[in-house]
């Protein structure tokens, strides 16, 4: 093998990193959206039939396919939590509040993952918030668990 055999693959290796910060990376790999959500839909049943590892790693690939999807953030947090990795946890979470800070999810996945790490005040300051904007978007059972862990904090 020559210099020059192995420039295109290096080139290519560069391309797929680029691709990764562009968004492009699913386009690079031959996939299209309904890959992903079939992806997605194999999380969802991995995290659902207590296989928290799978969830966790495909949630962390549709996190790195498309960084913009704050559903494959949530389910990142929640698979994180469920496979005891609460700062993996907190970190999609915080993505979440900080692409939409009115989505009490992420407030209350941050909140949750807080808690395993033991950060109460700053649990008890994001179920505040996520008790907030779950009252304001009607989402009730959320509301309701909110306000369960809320006093179990007081």
């Given at each position: 093998?020559?210099?020059?055999?192995?420039?295109?693959?290096?080139?290519?290796?560069?391309?797929?990193?680029?691709?990764?910060?562009?968004?492009?990376?699913?386009?690079?790999?031959?996939?299209?959206?309904?890959?992903?959500?079939?992806?997605?839909?194999?999380?969802?049943?991995?995290?659902?039939?207590?296989?928290?590892?799978?969830?966790?790693?495909?949630?962390?690939?549709?996190?790195?396919?498309?960084t913009q999807n704050v559903s494959y953030q949530l389910?990142?947090?929640?698979?994180?939590?469920?496979?005891?990795?609460?700062?993996?946890?907190?970190?999609?979470?915080?993505?979440?509040?900080?692409?939409?800070?009115?989505?009490?999810?992420?407030?209350?996945?941050?909140?949750?993952?807080?808690?395993?790490?033991?950060?109460?005040?700053?649990?008890?300051?994001?179920?505040?918030?996520?008790?907030?904007?779950?009252?304001?978007?009607?989402?009730?059972?959320?509301?309701?668990?909110?306000?369960?862990?809320?006093?179990?904090?007081?």
């Amino acid at each position: 093998m020559t210099l020059m055999d192995a420039l295109p693959a290096a080139l290519e290796a560069r391309s797929a990193f680029e691709d990764a910060f562009s968004g492009e990376l699913p386009k690079t790999l031959g996939l299209d959206d309904q890959d992903l959500v079939a992806i997605a839909k194999m999380a969802k049943k991995a995290l659902g039939d207590g296989d928290t590892a799978l969830a966790f790693r495909a949630y962390a690939l549709l996190v790195l396919l498309d960084t913009q999807n704050v559903s494959y953030q949530l389910g990142l947090a929640e698979s994180a939590l469920a496979a005891n990795t609460p700062s993996a946890a907190l970190q999609a979470a915080s993505a979440v509040v900080a692409s939409t800070p009115d989505n009490p999810q992420g407030y209350y996945w941050s909140a949750r993952a807080c808690l395993e790490l033991g950060l109460m005040a700053e649990a008890k300051e994001d179920l505040e918030d996520a008790a907030s904007f779950a009252k304001q978007a009607r989402m009730g059972t959320l509301f309701a668990e909110c306000q369960a862990l809320l006093d179990n904090l007081q």
